[in-house]
Every structure is written in structure tokens, then in C-alpha cells.
């Protein structure tokens, strides 16, 4: 008898959220409003009061975050090549440059000592990418970017609940953006946050996200500038009141299958696992690296495999500077070794809230029998 099908990814959504969407659905008031205002009162509480905005996406709040800084046209960002499209995106959709510097092994985090090898007096911002597991020296990055008068902006997409030093991602520091999408920590359908430091800067995002507006004392309406449309519905918003509501008991199951998979995970020569060593990090995704180039099966066999298994597994991420838009900006491959080692072989294994350990098991046990042949 064929397993369950197992996705990669998969949000919980409990009977207590079909009533509250359902109410706001008959409440005559699906847009934006009161329950956005609620949502974002309840994630800047998260992040220590900073001022918090919902958009439409992370992927827009990486876009409005960049407008905010005044990042265009000459403007350079020093970014991982191991990231999510979406860092690489919107810096070139701004008009500035991304330059790619290369990430660390195991964590993924972005190379520091790179990073400042790559400043020049173009450079605006520093964008690095949070992953699962370990983040990026954070004391060590801040003290960088005051060093060279740089902003950062932090690609907090995956690390909703880490902390640094007992602090959240987002409570701290310069601008972070989160998302929201089902495959992550919580979800709001789609959606993202951005959270800044500047009570000034967050109402520049409130113009960022809706045309440019700028509302007048005598009623009528002004548009400062020409900006695009990131506004959450409350239908979205609701939901994600509810998912905020449960988030800790999400990431304390998604904590424990991670241990699970540190116990159970098949001893196979050259593999790499994530870093577990640092306290009070979320596990969105669980990556492993397998080492196809000695194996018999190559990664697309190995994945059909699982497949086959009911077992579904995710690439998290291809190399920004071997895609077709990296490639244009000049990079090649040999460039950036460990990010391209990434994109070479890694497999990102089902974890969600919704799975049990017996699902980890089931996971581990398919990967020990595939590679064995
Ligand atoms: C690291 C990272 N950053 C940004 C994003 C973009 O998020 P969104 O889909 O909310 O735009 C993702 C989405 O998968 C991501 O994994």
C-alpha cells in the first residue's frame, strides 16, 4: 500500500481560523483594515515595538525596503549568492546593482570577511539571508555596516522566532523583512512584514504600499511619488492573527522533528547537515547536502525516488549568479564555490507542523534505502 503523501511543506490551518476568516468575510470589510492594524500591533509587540508594516509579499518588502533606503540607479547592495530569487530581484527591479559575495559552510551565512572585501563607494546596503539553524554573526554584521556607513536590510524570510543573543530577528538592528507564505514559520496565504527602526521610515512604507499616497488635512489626497499597490487584505490578516496565536507550539514541533532528524538522519560519507549548535533558532527548512558527485544516483533520481516514496523535497536555492539573470550581471560559475555547492546538492527534506516523527522516521529510513541502491 502506497504511504500518505508527505509534502516538503505545508501550513496548519485549524477550525478556529475558518470561523474568524469567516467572520471577517461577513463583516463587510476584506481589505485592508482593522485586523491588519491588529496583526501588526501583535508582531511589533514580537519584535520588542518597532514599527511594523504587513505587505502583500517578503518579496515586496524586500522591494519597499530597498525604496526606503533610497537605493536606485548607482546604487550598489552587497548580497549572498545563496539566497531566494527574491534578494537578487528586487535589487535589480530598484535599478542598482546586487554584488554577490559568497556564503559560509555549513550555516550558509553570508561571508562577512567577503562582504567587506566587496565594499566600494557605491555600496548602499548590505542584504543578507537568514537561514535555518545558525544566523549570520550578527553583532559582527552590524559593526561592519556602522563601520562603512552602510544600511542593511536582512532577509528574515525563514527565521521567524530566532534569536541573537535572547533577541528576536526583527527587534534589532536596521530593517528585517519576513514572510509569510504558506510553506513558512506562520502564514497569512501570502504575505510578508517589514520591520524598521524609524517611526519616519515606516510612514514612508505606509506611502511605499499604496500608490504613493499621501492623504491632506482637507481630505483630498496627494501622490508623493509613483509607487506600487503591497496592501494585506483582512481576510489574510486574520489568519494570520490566528497563526501568530500558534506560533510557538508550531516551532516547538518543528524544534523537535529537527532533533528527530539529527538523530535519525542516515550516516552517508560527505554529506553535510545544517549547524545545530546555536540557542533559540526556528527551523523553516530542514536542507541537507548530499555528495551526488560520488554517488551513484544524481539528485533528480534521488528526489523521483522519494517521490515514488509519496516523499516530496524542495532545492533550497539554486545559485543566484548561475541563473540567467546573474549570469547577465557578469558572474560565472566558479565564482562563488560554496553557494554553488548549495545548488549542486542540496535537498530540502519535508518539515512542517502538520508531521510526526514517525514521518521523520518514514524519511530517513527512504533516504538510507535509496542511497544504499
Ligand atoms: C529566503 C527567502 N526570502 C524571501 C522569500 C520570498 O517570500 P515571499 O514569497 O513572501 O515573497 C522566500 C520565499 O520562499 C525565501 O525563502
Not at 15 to 35: E, F, H, R, Y
Not at 101 to 111: E, G, Y
Not at 163 to 181: E, L, P
Not at 244 to 262: N, S
Request: glycine content about 8%; overall charge neutral.
Amino acid at each position: 500500500m502506497q504511504a500518505s503523501p508527505l509534502n516538503f511543506a505545508q501550513p496548519v490551518l485549524d477550525a478556529q481560523t475558518i470561523q474568524d476568516v469567516s467572520a471577517v468575510l461577513q463583516s463587510n470589510w476584506i481589505a485592508t483594515g482593522p485586523k491588519v492594524a491588529a496583526l501588526e500591533a501583535a508582531l511589533s509587540a514580537r519584535f520588542g515595538g518597532r514599527p511594523t508594516r504587513l505587505l502583500t509579499s517578503a518579496t515586496g518588502a524586500m522591494e519597499v525596503a530597498l525604496r526606503v533606503c533610497g537605493i536606485g540607479p548607482g546604487d550598489e547592495v552587497i548580497t549572498s549568492a545563496q539566497s531566494f530569487f527574491s534578494t537578487m530581484n528586487m535589487i535589480v527591479k530598484v535599478g542598482a546593482r546586487p554584488v554577490f559575495v559568497d556564503c559560509v559552510l555549513p550555516s550558509r551565512a553570508i561571508d562577512l570577511a567577503q562582504v567587506e572585501a566587496a565594499i566600494t563607494p557605491r555600496s548602499k546596503a548590505i542584504m543578507p539571508t537568514h537561514f535555518p539553524g545558525s544566523l549570520v554573526d550578527m553583532d559582527a554584521l552590524y559593526a561592519l555596516a556602522r563601520r562603512h556607513g552602510l544600511r542593511v536590510i536582512e532577509d528574515a524570510a525563514l527565521v521567524q522566532g530566532s534569536c541573537w543573543n535572547g533577541q528576536a530577528v526583527g527587534g534589532f538592528g536596521d530593517i528585517a523583512t519576513f514572510s509569510f507564505h504558506p510553506n513558512k514559520n506562520m502564514t497569512t496565504i501570502e504575505g510578508g512584514a517589514i520591520v524598521l527602526a524609524s517611526e519616519d521610515e515606516a510612514k514612508r512604507v505606509d506611502i511605499e504600499r499604496f500608490h504613493g499616497i499621501a492623504r491632506l488635512p482637507d481630505g483630498t489626497r496627494d501622490v508623493v511619488a509613483a509607487c506600487g499597490k503591497f496592501n494585506m487584505s483582512d481576510v489574510s490578516a486574520a489568519i494570520g492573527l490566528r497563526q501568530l496565536a500558534q506560533l510557538d507550539g508550531f516551532l516547538a514541533t518543528r524544534a523537535a522533528l529537527v532533533a528527530r532528524y539529527f538523530e535519525r538522519f542516515p550516516a552517508i560519507a560527505g554529506a553535510m547537515l545544517p549547524p545545530r549548535g546555536m540557542a533559540r533558532q526556528s527551523w523553516n527548512m530542514f536542507c541537507v547536502m548530499l555528495p551526488f558527485e560520488t554517488m551513484a544516483l544524481d539528485r533528480k533520481q534521488v528526489r523521483d525516488a522519494l517521490q515514488q516514496r509519496g516523499i516530496a523535497t524542495g532545492i533550497s536555492y539554486e545559485a543566484l549568479h548561475t541563473t540567467t539573470l546573474g549570469r547577465g550581471l557578469g558572474y560565472a560559475e566558479g565564482d562563488f564555490p560554496n553557494a554553488e555547492r548549495v545548488g549542486r546538492q542540496t535537498v530540502t527534506l519535508p518539515l512542517h507542523a502538520a508531521m510526526t516523527a514517525a514521518d521523520v522516521d518514514r524519511v530517513c529510513a527512504a533516504v538510507a534505502q535509496i542511497v544504499a541502491g
